[in-house]
């Protein structure tokens, strides 16, 4: 199985970036737990971060063919971003949404999430676990629909 991992700008100023809201551990420590549950989960995980919207929809249009789900956690680019939206809709690959803070408890203007009206679960405020727990759900989603 095959899972892209996709995040959004500033998330590789993770640790130093607001860490009373993103924690302190830092975006080499979510590439770690990235390696670390492929390792353990027997997966092949793909990760990609960019501060750029359109490099990102590239990459959702690439994952065609190429990988069984992904997991996105689009950033600022959550609350703005209908192109996001329509290459996640256009490919059709399941998808998770993550957030490391709790957006739900958050300004009125992180409330509205594009992205996630294309994906089949939310994860928020779980900090960097959010992303293993993620992959987590659509490895055992992948088991269960295989042969279907
Ligand atoms: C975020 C929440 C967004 O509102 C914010 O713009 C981010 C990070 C999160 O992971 O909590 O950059 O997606």
Do not use: W
């Amino acid at each position: 199985m095959r899972i892209l991992v996709l995040n959004g700008p500033n998330i590789n100023l993770l640790g130093i970036r607001e860490p009373d809201v993103y924690g302190s551990e830092s975006f080499q420590d979510l590439l770690t737990l990235l390696e670390n549950t492929a390792r353990e989960e027997n997966i092949e995980i793909v990760q990609y971060q960019s501060n750029h919207e359109g490099c990102l929809v590239d990459r959702i249009q690439e994952a065609l063919g190429q990988f069984d789900g992904i997991v996105i956690n689009p950033a600022a680019y959550t609350h703005t971003s209908i192109a996001i939206l329509d290459a996640l809709k256009a490919v059709g690959l399941p998808a998770v949404e993550v957030h490391i803070s709790d957006v739900r408890r958050r300004e009125d203007f992180r409330q509205i999430s594009y992205a996630g009206m294309a994906c089949c679960k939310t994860i928020m405020g779980h900090g960097i676990e959010g992303y293993r727990e993620a992959i987590l759900y659509l490895k055992d989603r992948h088991n269960n629909t295989a042969g279907r």
